[in-house]
């Protein structure tokens, strides 16, 4: 049989027949209760109950002492950047193989993105090569590092937790703390994954989360922002909501802020979601497993498993092809694609996009290599 | 009787006893169905076919040939900005009296807003005193025109119609086209507002709009773009949609876009909104006729009417104080805002707050003048 046909016979014997997208909210909850109520309350905009209790709870799940909850995750990792202190013409340290939005934070800033490479062993930051790179290229000065190659400040890092998978953060904090980098986290993708028993997103200065409907809860749109420093989250909160001076009747603003709050109506939205987390969670563990299982059949395909040490929230299931069929990747997506199986590559690496493409870069063969090996697989909560 | 205690009495004769908010949404029509149908159907978030319907309703509405739904009034005015080419270092005019939004907008494109002067007639952008301060300060270069005091490219002007009152758009598109500057429209408060039969937010290239929870139509948080050009709609939908490329599996993004899309749940919201849109057009005429009435008895207060030739929607009911008493004003706002009548006077003027106080800005003295005169009273639809 040709690899793509058992490929999709692997994949039919845990999903079952039928059409599988890659990764669909599940509302069996209090969505619509909730909701109901936001609307009848008609605080369904700026301010409202359900955003606190979302920021409340959201700060409970993950152990952070505070969450500001924004517009999507984006925004998110932009505030998180410029409360770090990323200004203008400073570069920003990231996975060459990340979502666009990692880039964009950093660009909507005036920052330049500096990508560097990623580890087999965890889809993110390889600390090893990031700390030859960082050797090599950087000299220190007063404020920090400089890259001696192009003369700006080296002003923060953004490891992100490829497709749930927590990096190697205890190797990257202590290249943070010997480089003087401020460490934010992109953890738009691990919602219930843990390094060391301790909550990916609350390891950072700061760290973003995001709730976009295909993420492991949704809010419809919506992001937030983590930190342990009260201080950092009262001016996230601040400039998140147009920087306004508190007052019953006085519109002024004391700095430049964003629009960036989250309505109420989607904050409710998260809290009947936020309920079912650990239901979801366990049932992306019996998906990993079964998928696990299933692939052990053949030699040329595996599922990316939780790194070491961390337990993942297997957000996104990913087959990682062998080397040796790594040429049959295009012809498997079509044909899962063409099944109703939806699957999808890893995105084009940030290096390779026409914006970017002219931004400093370390040399970057495990991304490249791991991008002709990356296949997504239907992971959606309750599949299995 | 003092000024303030008869101003909460006439305002009582039209409001009635009880506590009102300065404006609160109202949910009278779909909005629970529709918002159950979308949770029910799973898409939530960033497809649906409340995003499509909200879009062409909104432009059969306002009469513009496209309308692109996104997360708010702020995002909508920022991509309208970079589609007519206004470029990091160019300035913007605007009014000085407006929200912070149209002054960050520009700002968040690297350019610096240029404040202009107010009409008694119409809130908004005075037409002459703009004219004549482009005579004096403004020279002819090759690609349009420059500050002569500042040396940069002016780029563009944005009229606001100010709560709601439709602006002098005829003497603005004369000179936005005598100085070859592009007009876009802030609309965020103008929904089913008319300049001379035709819908405000149809005159520039492009227009925002907003729907953030205070205004007349609320999607919880959300906005629009409005443009009669096909190229540059495709193009604003694009760029707010990450400016991802169609495509089946792949992720490639051909240009640095935003993750601005308006999620479908909200939009389901604002397809229920939309259609009760003529009966709060009609509260709200209804209202400012009984507050004119009602402050006609009183010489030292009027109520905003809408500029001659227009049809306003009345977002905001508008008290304006005669001269004579506008040191009165503190008193009114705090006696009003005790008694549970909310009100609030104008937004404090761009040149006054701090990140923009050292911008250019033409003499103000229409803006200034207004800005202690304008008290905000309670404006919901459904109040009479």
New interface residues.
Partial sequence: MRLEQQIISLLRAVCGHGLHSLH????QGN??RY??DC??S?????VGRYVDRFECELADFTGAQRAVAV?????ALQVALQLAGVESGDEVLMPALT???TA?AV??L?ATPHFVDSSFDTLGLDSVSLGDWLKHISERVSNGIRNRQTGRRIRAMIPMHTFGHPCDLDGLLALAQDYRLQLIEDAAESLGSYYHDRHTGTFGLLSSLSF???KII????GGAILTNDARLADHAKHITT?AKKPH????????????F??????AA?GCAQLEQLSGFLASKRRLAARYTQAFAAIPQVRLMREPAGCRSNYWLQTLLLDETVIDHKDEI?QAT?NEGL???????LMHQ???YQRCPRAPLPTAENLARKIINVPSSAGLV
């Fill in positions: 669909e909210p599940r509302f969505e619509l909701v109901e609307i009848a008609t605080f369904v905009s700026s517009v999507n995750g984006t925004a979502f666009v939005g964009n660009h909507y005036c976009n409907g295909n949704t809010t419809g749109g147009t019953r009747w006085n519109y002024t603003h004391d700095e430049v802020g964003y629009n709050r989250m309505p109420n109506i989607n939205l997506l694609n939806i699957t999808r590559p890893a995105w084009t996009l026409p914006a």
